[in-house]
């Protein structure tokens, strides 16, 4: 018998329950990002090389997502290679998944349902490289990512390289600090946007220690908050891209986005897809780099952790 919650909905490969049971780090990884994020065949290789770095790293992989009704814990090569190529698989937040589980369809999971899911399974750790945010416009739209509210009920720590600055990175930390999620930036002083270093905002807390960010968690559960620690971690400078080149890129998507009235869930694809086409696959490659860096920092963090509890906490 396992000591997790609703089984029922959650199929674990054998490698991540094991792990969960002997206290090994895990770090659960998302879907979407594999199935809307990149084009096939780069999106099937760069998950296995997401998964490759948490294993250099010394924790466990769970990519995950949703097929035959349960959510995937720990997807196979075939797995991953399925969501990579299968056309159509629905990008899934948090209130679609009732819908996926109860038709026995494949969901793409978003950070916000990744999160239900690791939370239910018992993972610690998440990570990925752009969370969603508060879109601009957001005032009018009120186009406000489920991920942010999802952050306020999910007791998972979260490793990622910020948000692109296709979102309003401002509105983004106001709402986070409204919310009461912590932010911590991962040896560095600024909130990264993605691909960029920095979004030009200070990060409310600087930590260059693992056992503190550990440590930081643990007293954030402590107080009794269900909800979620997001630690933020940049881009390696070498694939960096320069915030003011994607400033006029990303105004003129916005714009077209705007005039042919795409709203939505489909709005982040869309402006994903006109950066990349417009940087001609600059932010292609920024965006596989961050992806893989982000992932190796979460499995870095999640062994610290894993050393931690072990240690007493
Ligand atoms: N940002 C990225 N790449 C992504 C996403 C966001 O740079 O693939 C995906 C993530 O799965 C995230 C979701 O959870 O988009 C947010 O979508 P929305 O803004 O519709 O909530
Ligand atoms: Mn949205």
Same mark, same amino acid.
Request: proline share 4%; charged share 20%.
């Given at each position: 018998?396992?000591?997790?919650?609703?089984?029922?909905?959650?199929?674990?490969?054998?490698?991540?329950?094991?792990?969960?049971?002997?206290?090994?780090?895990?770090?659960?990884?998302?879907?979407?990002?594999?199935?809307?994020?990149?084009?096939?065949?780069?999106?099937?290789?760069?998950?296995?090389?997401?998964?490759?770095?948490?294993?250099?790293?010394?924790?466990?992989?769970?990519?995950?997502?949703?097929?035959?009704?349960?959510?995937?814990?720990?997807?196979?090569?075939?797995?991953?290679?399925?969501?990579?190529?299968?056309?159509?698989?629905?990008?899934?937040?948090?209130?679609?998944?009732?819908?996926?589980?109860?038709?026995?369809?494949?969901?793409?999971?978003?950070?916000?349902?990744?999160?239900?899911?690791?939370?239910?399974?018992?993972?610690?750790?998440?990570?990925?490289?752009?969370?969603?945010?508060?879109?601009?416009?957001?005032?009018?739209?009120?186009?406000?990512?489920?991920?942010?509210?999802?952050?306020?009920?999910?007791?998972?720590?979260?490793?990622?390289?910020?948000?692109?600055?296709?979102?309003?990175?401002?509105?983004?930390?106001?709402?986070?600090?409204?919310?009461?999620?912590?932010?911590?930036?991962?040896?560095?002083?600024?909130?990264?946007?993605?691909?960029?270093?920095?979004?030009?905002?200070?990060?409310?807390?600087?930590?260059?220690?693992?056992?503190? +960010? &550990?440590?930081?968690? @643990?007293?954030?559960?402590?107080?009794? /908050?269900? %909800?979620?620690? =997001?630690?933020? $971690?940049? !881009?390696?400078?070498?694939?960096?891209?320069?915030?003011?080149?994607?400033?006029?890129?990303?105004?003129?998507?916005?714009?077209?986005?705007?005039?042919?009235?795409?709203?939505?869930?489909?709005?982040?694809?869309?402006?994903?897809?006109? +950066? &990349?086409?417009?940087? @001609?696959?600059?932010?292609?490659?920024? /965006?596989? %780099?961050?992806? =893989?860096?982000? $992932?190796? !920092?979460?499995?870095?963090?999640?062994?610290?952790?894993?050393?931690?509890?072990?240690?007493?906490?």
């Amino acid at each position: 018998m396992s000591k997790f919650k609703n089984t029922d909905l959650l199929n674990y490969s054998e490698e991540v329950l094991d792990a969960l049971n002997s206290g090994k780090p895990v770090v659960a990884l998302e879907s979407t990002v594999i199935s809307h994020g990149l084009p096939y065949p780069d999106n099937a290789s760069t998950a296995l090389k997401i998964e490759q770095a948490v294993r250099d790293e010394g924790a466990i992989p769970a990519t995950i997502g949703i097929e035959n009704g349960k959510f995937v814990i720990g997807m196979t090569a075939q797995d991953i290679d399925r969501f990579a190529s299968v056309k159509g698989i629905p990008k899934t937040t948090s209130r679609d998944i009732p819908v996926i589980l109860a038709q026995r369809g494949m969901g793409a999971t978003t950070v916000a349902s990744s999160l239900v899911a690791a939370d239910l399974a018992g993972i610690a750790f998440f990570a990925s490289a752009g969370i969603g945010g508060v879109h601009r416009g957001a005032e009018k739209s009120m186009d406000i990512s489920a991920d942010l509210i999802q952050f306020t009920r999910s007791k998972v720590a979260v490793v990622c390289a910020g948000a692109k600055n296709i979102l309003d990175l401002g509105l983004t930390l106001e709402y986070l600090e409204t919310q009461c999620v912590p932010l911590i930036a991962w040896q560095s002083d600024d909130f990264p946007a993605f691909y960029c270093e920095s979004s030009g905002y200070r990060s409310p807390h600087r930590i260059d220690d693992a056992t503190q +960010v &550990a440590s930081v968690i @643990e007293h954030h559960w402590k107080l009794g /908050n269900h %909800s979620s620690v =997001i630690i933020t $971690a940049p !881009v390696n400078k070498e694939d960096a891209i320069d915030r003011e080149e994607v400033e006029g890129i990303i105004r003129i998507a916005a714009e077209q986005a705007e005039r042919e009235g795409i709203r939505g869930p489909g709005a982040t694809p869309y402006l994903m897809r006109a +950066v &990349a086409k417009a940087t @001609e696959g600059k932010t292609v490659k920024a /965006n596989m %780099s961050v992806l =893989i860096s982000n $992932a190796a !920092v979460g499995a870095r963090l999640a062994v610290a952790h894993a050393h931690f509890l072990k240690n007493g906490g």
